[in-house]
């Protein structure tokens, strides 16, 4: 394997998406941002996705690690993987960005991304203005219920913002999670690396949550609402396989394992003020059948 030593590692993981990755592959190299390399991991696709990554990586070697795995690992599993390719590959990367291989991103993105996390020394990682895409048509997930709530509290999706470490944690443990997006997030290396290996949780299926909580203890999270990423859905999503009753019961989880994990960053008032939020959460947890079954 080379050592690439660009200011930025594009993580792409990828899993049977031979229809849409060709595209997220051209958003990628439309970006106005430059200085990055491409590091994708194959897992065991079974249709053309592998092929398709060859093709690109052979146009452009210097801007590509492509790796392969023998079996299926999913998504957490894969994702370390790609991380640890980065780390070997191009160790000097100053930010990662992951993009999943089914989305899309803008072509400002990175540089906004990078500019914001130069500009502020104590920002963890900044994402971005989410839209999903489907046969319905494009929704802004600005308007939906969850961004309404979030605008509830002082954060709205149409303004950028800054959240101190404690600020996210308070949306993280009253709503779960509040980046609508992992596609797309760009994400300080030097964050990642203060926290305990492997960094994404393989216990969890939506592995994102438990990262993002964890991050954000190590400093500020900034949103940009004027750059977007766009998720496509084509019905294969990893996730869509999952009861909608195990998503919200492993949600619940990651934000009481933040919230007591963090007791100390949050301080009294606030740890008081959301402890009936806490206790609600605790009980939808222990009472939700998708618990039940996984306990006995």
């Not at 393989?202 to 203890?217: H, I, P």
Request: hydrophobic letters at 40%; proline letters at 5%.
């Amino acid at each position: 394997m080379n050592t690439l030593s660009p200011r930025v590692a594009i993580l792409l993981p990828v899993y049977n998406r031979e229809e849409l990755l060709p595209s997220t592959i051209q958003a990628i190299r439309v970006q106005s941002f430059t200085d990055y390399v491409i590091v994708a991991v194959d897992d065991a696709s079974s249709d053309g996705s592998w092929s398709i990554l060859q093709a690109a990586a052979k146009q452009n070697p210097d801007r590509w690690i492509i790796e392969r795995n023998k079996k299926n690992l999913g998504g957490a599993a894969n994702m370390n993987r790609c991380l640890a390719i980065q780390r070997k590959g191009a160790p000097q990367a100053a930010y990662i960005v992951k993009v999943d291989s089914d989305d899309l991103i803008s072509p400002e993105l990175i540089e906004s991304g990078v500019r914001v996390l130069d500009n502020d020394p104590d920002a963890v990682l900044c994402h971005f203005r989410t839209l999903k895409v489907g046969e319905e048509g494009i929704e802004d997930l600005a308007n939906c219920d969850f961004g309404e709530k979030l605008a509830r509290y002082g954060w709205s999706r149409f303004a950028s913002h800054r959240m101190t470490p404690v600020e996210a944690l308070r949306m993280f443990i009253r709503f779960d999670n509040f980046i609508s997006s992992s596609s797309g997030a760009v994400i300080r290396v030097r964050s990642l690396e203060s926290l305990t290996w492997p960094w994404y949780n393989e216990g969890f299926r939506l592995e994102d949550y438990d990262l993002w909580s964890r991050l954000a203890q190590r400093g500020a999270v900034h949103y940009v609402a004027d750059v977007n990423v766009s998720l496509r859905r084509d019905g294969m999503s990893r996730l869509e396989g999952t009861p909608l009753c195990r998503r919200r019961a492993e949600a619940r989880r990651i934000a009481l394992r933040s919230y007591f994990r963090n007791l100390p960053l949050l301080g009294p008032a606030l740890v008081l003020k959301l402890l009936p939020i806490v206790c609600y959460k605790a009980w939808l947890l222990l009472t939700s059948p998708s618990y039940r079954s996984e306990s006995r």
